[in-house]
């Protein structure tokens, strides 16, 4: 099949946050990638074709996949069995990468994905804690953030449901031994918890993006990777190889579009 992708064409904003989410993943190696939500998992399918063939991927649901087919489509080759209950293995064994939704992230990385306002009478009752405190303490956990917004990054999270790395501290060696917040990536930048104290830090702002938008969205201080010289990079846009696999292989239908709008361009 020949690609329509011209090689001056735009990558959308949607594709440059497929990127970054794949290149979360690049440096993992065999390991079980577990991507919740549409973008994680274009994301994760996308690094498996280009800067990590050796990551695991699966269906979803019980089934690890040899090939790497179309979003919510089944694999034509099935290389193992994993149903729920083998997850839960996988899990605290900790040979795991997963990348979670965040309602809240605060500046300590802490994650709430439980309820917003108080515990005892919340304002809103939301999925509750799950496998986050499980993940966080076990595995390499990362976030993708579709909003960017202040009640998303926020100064505290009014539930942990995902442990960041000083809270893991307090907690002791049991909980920070495998705590590994890795990437937070959202539609305005990609972060870590690599600043002072172990808190948010901006490490590259999307096209078009800049260091004062991202701090006007954000509810807490960000701090910067690079605050003197060039500063903060600009997050790479995807190549024309990868803009042929998500638009003709993984994502053809534009399903990524519902996450980001397409208007949300890289330039």
Known sequence: MRSTVSTTETATRAEVCAAAI??????????????????PMLGVRLAKLTSNPDLVISDGESLF??????????????????????????????KRHVMMGATQVDRHGNQNISAIGDFDRPQRQLLGSRGAPGNTVNNRTSYWVPRHSPRVFVERVDVVSGVGPKRAQEAGPAAARFNDIHRIVSNLGV???????????????????????????????????????????????????????????????????REVPPKETAR
Not at 22 to 39: R, T, V
């Open 65 to 94: 996949l040899a090939g790497v087919p179309p979003l919510f489509a089944k694999g034509d080759v099935v290389e193992g069995w994993i149903p729920f209950r083998r997850v839960f293995d996988v899990v605290a064994w900790g």
């Open 22 to 39: 794949a290149d979360a993943f690049k440096d993992d190696g065999e390991i079980f990638a577990s991507p919740m939500g549409l973008l």
């Open 191 to 257: 972060f870590d918890v690599g600043g002072p104290d172990e808190t948010l830090r901006l490490l590259s702002v999307h096209p078009g993006v800049t260091v004062q938008e991202v701090r006007d969205a954000s509810g807490c201080e960000i701090h910067l990777a690079a605050p003197e010289g060039p500063g903060v990079p600009t997050t790479r846009e995807p190549t024309t190889e990868e803009l042929v696999l998500i638009r003709e292989v993984l994502d053809p239908q534009g399903l990524r579009d």
